[in-house]
């Protein structure tokens, strides 16, 4: 089983769309749980990142950890064809952010 | 923050042949990451580079095949040897400070 994994989709749905992405780990130990966001033929840039249980929001976006299932979510409120990229979520390992373990990461596109 | 710039931003190699990728880093990090990334696949970390000392590799990764060097707090190089096509992919530098941040990423494709 690997420690993170995320349906790599790909994932299609029209401007204003509210947007779910997934991930499941293994390691009950995990504490912070991070997404990237990775532009086509770019590196992947933080998009937010959570520490233990609960949500946490910023603008059009909110992080979700659930501890008890080992599930954590991104939602995207009302999409927009600049969203269009693969999300990643990743874990640090030991507490050391950057030595990282990422989910196969999720294809968006939103379609204007 | 920090800004990552690698060097070259994509290439295509000779099976056999080795590559050498930079990195360069705007301001002094204790640690730099390099990361692979496969096509379709997820990042992977391939080793973490300390100036002054020799790199410490993941499972699955080893120096004859990666070797690093980090001559200084800016800068750090990976290279890929005695390529073949199932080395083509992403490879990626990466440095924290407090948040990870990556360079845009070296395109290899092995031939």
């Known amino acids: 089983q690997k420690e993170v994994e995320q349906d790599p989709g790909p994932l299609s749905v029209p401007e204003g769309a509210i947007v779910s992405l997934n991930c499941t780990y293994s390691?009950?130990?995990?504490?912070?749980f991070m997404w990237y966001r990775q532009y086509s033929r770019k590196g992947p840039e933080l998009l937010m990142y959570?520490?233990?249980?609960g949500n946490k929001e910023d603008g059009r976006f909110t992080a979700q950890v659930d501890k008890s299932s080992k599930y954590i979510s991104l939602f995207i409120r009302d999409s927009q064809p600049s969203d269009s990229a693969t999300y990643l979520c990743?874990?640090?390992?030991?507490?050391?952010?950057?030595?990282?373990?990422f989910g196969q990461g999720t294809t968006l596109q939103v379609k204007p | 923050s920090a800004v990552i710039s690698q060097k070259p931003s994509r290439d295509i190699c000779q099976r056999g042949t080795s590559l050498t990728i930079q990195c360069q880093v705007d301001?002094?990090?204790?640690?730099m990451f390099w990361y692979r990334q496969q096509p379709g696949q997820s990042l992977t970390l391939i080793a973490t580079?300390?100036?002054?000392?020799?790199?410490?590799?993941e499972s699955g990764f080893v120096i004859d095949k990666f070797p690093i060097s980090r001559p200084n707090l800016t800068f750090s190089t990976l290279t890929v040897s005695n390529m073949s096509p199932e080395d083509s992919s992403i490879y990626l530098c990466?440095?924290?400070?407090?948040?990870?941040?990556f360079g845009q990423g070296t395109r290899l494709t092995v031939v």
């Open positions: 990466s440095v924290t400070t407090g948040e990870a941040f």
């Open positions: 580079a300390n100036q002054g000392s020799e790199a410490t590799y």
């Open positions: 959570t520490y233990s249980s």
């Open positions: 301001s002094q990090v204790t640690m």
């Open positions: 990743a874990i640090p390992l030991s507490g050391n952010t950057g030595k990282l373990i």
């Open positions: 390691n009950s130990a995990f504490q912070y």
